[in-house]
């Protein structure tokens, strides 16, 4: 590697950008885990 990223910084805020996403859902699905919630009804969806 000949150094790019430290040439181009700005090209780590899309992947740190991502891996907050995935830390986000990975955190909530282990605090709330992965068990389907209730629907909410047809009135809350129209």
Known sequence: M???LL???SAL???AM???A???VL???AIFG???QADEGTAAHV
Request: proline share 10%; hydrophobic share 45%; no cysteine.
């Open 27 to 29: 955190g909530y699905a």
């Open 34 to 36: 992965t068990a389907r």
């Open 2 to 4: 000949d150094g790019a």
């Open 13 to 15: 805020i899309p992947v």
């Open 18 to 20: 991502s891996l907050a």
């Open 7 to 9: 040439k181009r910084p």
């Open 22 to 24: 995935l830390a986000t």
